[in-house]
């Protein structure tokens, strides 16, 4: 069949589709030195378009998962990209065309796929009991392979988890390997079921813990502190009846506010704090911790609709507006159930990282993509969370990062003290970098930057695993199956 992709703007210059897996050994310095303390892997999930979409529209959201994972160890860095070859990707690899319509809304896909999941596996991975998943929140955690990224297969956590999916946005702690996790229309799509799953390394549950929310919204990421898990609730919400007539998956309610929950951990339903606040859509958290009987959130604050690709229920499209990197304070010992906020940096960004090993307590340092330009280039930015001063490395002009990722130093190395790996696309040579920042003081510029010879054309999330504990978990492997 004739494969043709419409004219879009998501389609032009560096978004259009790149459709190729690669395998890269041996990544060429094109300055610097790889710290040779670096010895693991570094994992990231992005969109790609299999197939020209079957509608002839699309969002930047949306598109079948591509994983990518980059290996460093003794200086040596080499980069490999896949297709996530799920349910989805198979059938229509079988049809030889796509067969999934709108985002999310089975109602608007080909007959041939009813009963098949159109979960895409796009948005993050994570290394939890010995296996590396790949995530979207639309669709259980995909397992693929640690080497190879080859398919394995849907992981339910041996049949524990309960929910239809699974977010995309765990807290993972790499020191004890427990996965703070939930599912947010988790009986189906349109409901307002949302359960909390606390589960170890040895994938027993701790944690069930379910309740409703106040309309079936979106729920994209969560934060967590040792007492509490948290959850926002914004006014985008989904509505069975409307999707079933074909109608984006969410639509943008502007006369309702943000709901937040603050879950306790080990409790129940019961025991739910909320908060609400005016209209606005809260995207990716940077961190929470505790003071005392106060609860400080900070996130990615938008004062209207984040994603403004969806419209409200009368079709309206409101244009977007900046992300600002916020606090938000629940203040445990007032009566009322309104919070605080205040901006923590003036300049917009997103995708908000810190020092993994200190989530849930008060970190000094974060990270995020600032300064996006009309030209499509950005940079890297590190904000000082008790100050607000703001450091930025840019790569340079038409050129464009991914979200960091902090890698400590050494396994017990002070909270920021480590490298920021960043992926920088060079938009107008239409291929990509790695850089190796020093996440101490980013200004210096990269300690090392290595050529990719291929176009990383996007990436969302991701995670770094210590090379010792892939290695170790092979071990263990290796002894079982004997």
Sequence with gaps: MEVRFPDLPLYTGWGRPLRTESTVDGLELIEGTVPPELDGTWYRAGPDRQFAPMLGDDIFIDGEGMAHMFR???????????????????????????LFGKYRNRFTDDPSVKGISGGTANTNVIFHNGRLLVLKEDDLPFEVDRDTLDP??????????????????????????????????????????????????????????????????ICHDFAVTPRYAIFAFMPL??????????????????????????????????????????????????????????????????????????????GEHVAGCPPILSRLTFDLSRNDDGFERRPLIGT???????????????????????????????????????????????????ASVHEPQFVPRFSGSAEGDGWLLVIVNRLDAGHSELAILDAQDITRGPVARLHLPVRVRSTFHGTWVDGAKLRGRQADALAAAI
Aim: glycine share 10%; aromatic share 12%; proline share 6%.
């Design 237 to 314: 919400v989904t509505t069975l009846e409307h999707i079933q007539q074909g109608s984006t998956f969410y639509e943008w309610h502007p006369d309702k506010q943000v709901v937040v929950a603050l879950v306790k951990r080990g409790g129940s339903a019961d025991d739910i704090r909320w908060f609400r606040g005016p209209p606005g859509s809260l995207s990716h958290m940077m961190n929470a911790f505790e003071d005392g009987d106060k609860v400080h959130l900070d996130a990615c604050y938008y004062d209207g609709n984040c994603f403004p690709f969806f419209p409200t229920p009368d």
């Design 152 to 217: 394995i297969g849907l992981y339910d956590f041996d049949g524990k988890v309960r929910a239809t999916s699974l977010s995309a946005h765990p807290k993972w702690f790499p020191d004890d390997g427990r996965l703070l996790t939930y599912s947010y229309q988790a009986r189906g799509d349109g409901s307002r079921d949302i359960v909390f799953y606390d589960i170890d390394d040895l994938g027993h549950v701790h944690d069930e813990i379910w309740f409703e929310m106040p309309w079936a919204s």
């Design 348 to 398: 917009p960004g997103e995708m908000p990282r810190t020092d993994d090993r200190y989530q849930g307590q008060a970190c000094g340092k974060g990270y995020l993509i600032v300064g996006r330009q009309p030209d499509g280039s950005s940079a890297v930015g590190c904000v000082d969370l008790a100050s607000g001063e703001l450091t930025r490395w840019a790569p340079g002009a038409l």
């Design 72 to 98: 460093i160890r003794d200086g040596h860095v080499s980069y490999r990209s896949r297709w996530v070859r799920n349910a989805r990707f198979n059938a229509q690899a079988a049809a030889g065309r796509s």
